[in-house]
């Protein structure tokens, strides 16, 4: 390795990864704008962007402070509604992968974005849900980014704002829905679910992050199996394509 | 009768008490003229409805003008929450009923097409459904599919007093273009007894009529039309200003505690008598022409 990467592009590049040619991707600002706008200019160039408003593959020049910042509608193909969007393609059931952020997650990949508590023990209302319960109940399968903290990924969250496997099992089924989260990416490490428990599960620790650290920075035990490999890092042309075109003035990296 | 309206008169015919469906989206398209005019004619105890929460919304409310917010969570973008909407969740003075976006949309669509409820697949095993069941056990229920068996979550139709919507392009029986993404708008203004237009501009009906494809909200909607500039503001217009993001900026200053937001409504709602003095306020003109749009890029 003779060149250097933030962890912020790293999980920009999994998140990239994750998603292939020809798939339908709801996306949420942040870090899964980047990483859709990565793999759209490298492995995936007949991959569909949405926004939720109702943005249909934009070909953003400047970054936006949001998804109602028109510089993140600029060159779309299709400027319509939430109808649109949300319901005659992701409610219709055409959305591949939801791609989403999140305050906190817990070990079945339920997001909460709506109440979070204080040290003072009361509760603060954050965002809510937006379009995001709608991504994680509708999608085929959703991809969630966050930061690795323990106050981030906990063993029960407050409020469930947008479910993953619910309480784990076949819960998510018997609630009516297919689909659910197939990747926890944070900054220390990729995650899966299991198969039958549907309980968060280590796949990947990020070049440079111990199995200790992974671990001890995580509000509940994932399930862990015997090996696990390091993740693939960015390469040099993912890490440029990041720098020079796609974040520039370094909004959604930070 | 003419539809053609002063922005007074307008906000004049809406009762205290009335529920409003905005068309605002966090930080863009805002009825923020609007809402500065209804805190001036203290009209209050407001439901206000949108699909996703955004500035005209959040001034109301700090503003003590709203009993009942029904939405589907939001934000400033990266300017920050929604302190005021946030702060009356918080101490329990503002009633909030909390969707996502696509349950709003359906309510209101609902309304729109005058059906009494509508299935949906979200809201499904979250805690917003739980909430929900809670506080409004009458707006959301469940259903047998009487052609597969299948259970769903069914919502009832959202039927708005008044819809409020910013549009570029209005002639003057209520004709409207809105240039860009529409959000809930199309289905907010459906849903509603009737809608009050505020446009940048009103054109003739010859315009409209040259281009009527482009014509999203027919003028039999519409109860008034007001024609205002930068009546979005700090909000933008898409193909028409920018947001402006030190006014943005400050109003989120300001809402971080309730005495620093009145002294903010002191300044750019009750400290100017209209809309032009709010425009000199925050810098006239000169300040204005720095905001509007390229042609090319739209912002």
């Known amino acids: 390795m003779d060149f250097d990467y933030t962890s912020s592009e790293l999980m920009a590049v999994a998140g990239a990864r994750e998603l292939q040619d020809n798939e339908v991707v709801a996306v949420g600002l942040g870090l899964p704008v980047v990483a859709s706008f990565l793999a759209k200019q490298t492995h995936a160039p007949n991959m569909t962007i949405l926004f939720e408003l109702?943005?249909?593959?934009?070909?953003?020049?400047?970054?936006?402070?949001?998804?109602?910042?028109?510089?993140?509608?600029?060159?779309?193909?299709?400027?319509?509604?939430?109808?649109?969007?949300?319901?005659?393609?992701?409610?219709?059931?055409?959305?591949?992968?939801?791609?989403l952020g999140g305050l906190e997650v817990d070990q079945y990949g339920n997001l909460n974005t709506s109440l979070v508590g204080d040290p003072k023990g009361k509760f603060r209302h954050m965002i809510g849900s937006g379009g995001a319960n709608d991504i994680a109940s509708c999608a085929k399968r959703t991809i969630i980014i966050m930061r690795h903290e323990e106050r981030k990924l906990k063993e029960t969250i407050s409020f469930i704002t947008s479910p993953g496997f619910i309480s784990g099992g076949d819960s998510r089924a018997k609630a009516g829905l297919t689909g659910g989260p197939s990747r926890v990416i944070t900054d220390k490490a990729i995650f899966g679910f299991h198969p039958e428990t549907k309980q968060m599960r280590l796949l990947s620790i990020h070049p440079g992050i111990t199995r200790e650290e992974v671990l001890s920075t995580m509000g509940f035990v994932p399930d862990v199996p015997e090996q696990v490999p390091f993740t693939k890092p960015p390469t040099r042309e993912q890490v440029r394509l990041i720098r020079e075109v796609i974040d520039p003035q370094r909004m959604y990296m930070g | 009768m003419t539809k053609i309206s002063?922005?007074?008169?307008?906000?004049?015919?809406?009762?205290?008490?009335?529920?409003?469906?905005?068309?605002?989206?966090?930080?863009?398209?805002?009825?923020?003229?609007?809402?500065?005019?209804?805190?001036?004619?203290?009209?209050?105890?407001?439901?206000?409805?949108?699909?996703?929460?955004?500035?005209?919304?959040?001034?109301?409310?700090?503003?003590?003008?709203?009993?009942?917010?029904?939405?589907?969570?939001?934000?400033?973008?990266?300017?920050?929450?929604?302190?005021?909407?946030?702060?009356?969740?918080?101490?329990?003075?503002l009633a909030a009923e909390e969707y996502s976006s696509l349950s709003v949309t359906f309510r209101y669509l609902a309304g729109a097409l005058g059906i009494p409820f509508m299935p949906?697949?979200?809201?499904?095993?979250?805690?917003?459904?739980?909430?929900?069941?809670?506080?409004?056990?009458?707006?959301?229920?469940?259903?047998?599919?009487?052609?597969?068996?299948?259970?769903?979550?069914?919502?009832?139709?959202?039927?708005?007093?008044?819809?409020?919507?910013?549009?570029?392009?209005?002639?003057?029986?209520?004709?409207?273009?809105?240039?860009?993404?529409?959000?809930?708008?199309?289905?907010?203004?459906?849903?509603?007894q009737r809608t009050i237009v505020i446009t940048e501009r009103l054109v003739t009906?010859?315009?409209?009529?040259?281009?009527?494809?482009?014509?999203?909200?027919?003028?039999?909607?519409?109860?008034?039309?007001?024609?205002?500039?930068?009546?979005?503001?700090?909000?933008?217009?898409?193909?028409?200003?920018?947001?402006?993001?030190?006014?943005?900026?400050?109003?989120?200053?300001?809402?971080?505690?309730?005495?620093?937001?009145?002294?903010?409504?002191?300044?750019?709602?009750?400290?100017?008598?209209?809309?032009?003095?709010?425009?000199?306020?925050?810098?006239?003109?000169?300040?204005?022409?720095?905001?509007?749009?390229?042609?090319?890029?739209?912002?």
């Not at chain 1, 998804?67 to 319901?87: E, H, K, T």
């Open chain 1, 54 to 99: 109702g943005v249909i593959d934009p070909q953003p020049v400047d970054c936006g402070v949001g998804l109602a910042d028109p510089r993140v509608w600029y060159r779309a193909n299709v400027l319509s509604s939430f109808v649109d969007i949300l319901g005659e393609v992701l409610h219709r059931g055409r959305v591949d992968v939801g791609f």
């Open chain 2, 6 to 93: 002063t922005l007074s008169d307008a906000v004049a015919s809406i009762p205290s008490g009335a529920h409003l469906a905005l068309s605002g989206f966090a930080i863009t398209r805002c009825t923020m003229a609007f809402a500065r005019e209804v805190i001036r004619q203290g009209i209050s105890h407001l439901t206000i409805s949108q699909c996703v929460g955004a500035m005209d919304a959040d001034i109301l409310v700090g503003a003590g003008a709203v009993d009942r917010m029904i939405y589907g969570g939001g934000s400033l973008d990266r300017f920050g929450r929604l302190n005021c909407v946030n702060r009356g969740i918080e101490d329990g003075t």
């Open chain 2, 205 to 299: 009906d010859e315009t409209i009529r040259q281009n009527p494809e482009r014509t999203v909200i027919p003028g039999l909607f519409v109860s008034h039309v007001v024609e205002l500039p930068f009546s979005a503001h700090p909000t933008s217009v898409y193909r028409t200003y920018d947001y402006d993001g030190g006014q943005i900026q400050a109003y989120v200053e300001a809402t971080r505690t309730p005495e620093t937001f009145r002294a903010y409504l002191d300044q750019y709602v009750f400290g100017v008598k209209d809309h032009w003095e709010y425009l000199e306020r925050i810098g006239g003109l000169a300040h204005l022409s720095s905001l509007q749009a390229d042609p090319v890029l739209g912002y």
């Open chain 2, 120 to 192: 949906i697949r979200s809201l499904r095993g979250s805690d917003l459904m739980s909430q929900l069941k809670e506080r409004s056990g009458s707006n959301i229920a469940n259903i047998t599919d009487p052609f597969t068996g299948e259970q769903w979550p069914v919502l009832k139709p959202l039927l708005p007093d008044v819809a409020v919507v910013q549009v570029q392009a209005a002639d003057k029986d209520g004709n409207s273009w809105i240039t860009g993404p529409r959000w809930d708008n199309i289905e907010q203004v459906r849903a509603s």
